[in-house]
Nanobody
């Protein structure tokens, strides 16, 4: 059974940094891992993906500030978030799906992912 468990959320002032982690249990030879977020009164937004080949994509809203990475040996997906803004306030979710990511220029859509974590809250104050 695939499990995804996020951690690392919290409250931070604008300009600060946080690192989210997602412990992922799976045994797929190829996979697409992603971070999504849902802000209050907004739809869930894909913000970063990493493919088993190492290819990464980012939403324009986080490009240059957020970095997705993966420790394959430990099965952990990270999201390093720097230069945080109040607009980054949201619940952040990790997601996974066997097979390569379907998009190469932007995060794959929400419907591509069948496995989700429970979410972790990030609050950025001005």
């Amino acid at each position: 059974q695939v499990r995804l468990v996020e951690s690392g959320g919290g409250s931070v002032q604008a300009g600060g940094s946080l690192r989210l982690s997602c412990a992922a249990s799976y045994s797929w030879p190829t996979y697409c891992l992603a971070w999504f977020r849902r802000a209050p009164d907004k739809e869930r937004e894909g913000i970063a993906t990493i493919d088993s080949d190492g290819l990464t994509t980012y939403a324009d809203s986080v490009k240059g500030r957020f970095t997705i990475s993966h420790d394959n040996a430990k099965g952990i997906v990270f999201l390093q978030m720097d230069s945080l803004k109040p607009d980054d306030t949201a619940t952040y979710y990790c997601a996974a799906e066997p097979g390569h990511c379907t998009e190469v220029d932007a995060p794959s859509p929400e419907g591509d992912f069948g496995y989700w974590g429970q979410g972790t809250q990030v609050t950025v104050s001005s």
